[in-house]
């Protein structure tokens, strides 16, 4: 099973939507304003908000005053929705989804494995809404894991000069003083889009 990997389409897609949601209420948001407040590259972004569209999360208003806007209600749409939109199912053996999968022999048990960490995925994904993200309330189930310890923590060991920083949102220099400061864990300043 490959780990779970967001995709930068699926990335945006998210951030396009959380920006939508912040404008509910005052009419229709254009792609290009879109595009600046998060950075995304404006022809990408009109290719996901087409699958948006298409999939009913966002609709699109024509005309001088036009732009697009949710389609349904923030509080409906969750994270996972939306990945499902843009990347497909949330977690797959190869190109199978784990309930899909028969193994044998000793292997047998490693189908439970795999249901089980998707919906360890699902726990999260389809629990947080858009609405929570861009009102920045998140539910019990996302505070709780991050109150783990090793939360904010790699588990593979990185060599500090190979590590990613720079263009990854809210990651701070290995080593710098912020950083170590926190335990680990970045400072909440950190957590703003890239520029």
């Given amino acids: 099973m490959s780990r779970m990997r967001v995709s930068v389409k699926a990335d945006y ?8 949601a912040a404008a509910q209420g005052q009419g229709s948001t254009a792609a290009e304003t879109i595009s600046e407040l998060q950075n995304i590259p404006l022809k990408f972004l009109h ?15 024509r005309g001088a005053g036009g732009g697009f806007v949710l389609a349904r209600d923030p509080g409906e749409i ?13 977690a797959r053996v190869g190109d199978y989804r784990p309930d899909q999968l028969a193994y044998s022999g000793h292997t047998s ?9 998707r919906a360890g995925i699902r726990d ?3 629990e947080v809404t858009v609405a929570q993200v861009a009102g920045g309330d998140l539910p019990d189930v996302v ?9 904010w923590l790699p588990r593979v060991k990185l060599d500090p ?9 809210g990651r701070g220099l290995r080593g710098s003083p912020e950083l170590d400061a926190g335990g680990g864990r970045p400072p909440q300043r950190t957590w703003a889009a890239p520029v």
């Fill in 78 to 90: 969750t994270l996972g929705d939306i990945l499902r939109v843009v990347d497909g199912p949330l």
């Fill in 47 to 61: 290719n996901i908000l087409a699958d948006l569209k298409q999939a009913g999360i966002v609709s699109s208003q």
């Fill in 124 to 126: 999260v994904l389809d």
């Fill in 161 to 169: 000069a190979q590590s990613p920083c720079a263009g990854v949102p």
């Fill in 143 to 151: 505070r709780q894991r991050l109150l783990r310890p090793d939360a």
């Fill in 13 to 20: 897609a998210l951030r396009a939507v959380v920006e939508l």
């Fill in 109 to 117: 048990a490693l189908r439970e494995v795999w249901v089980a960490v």
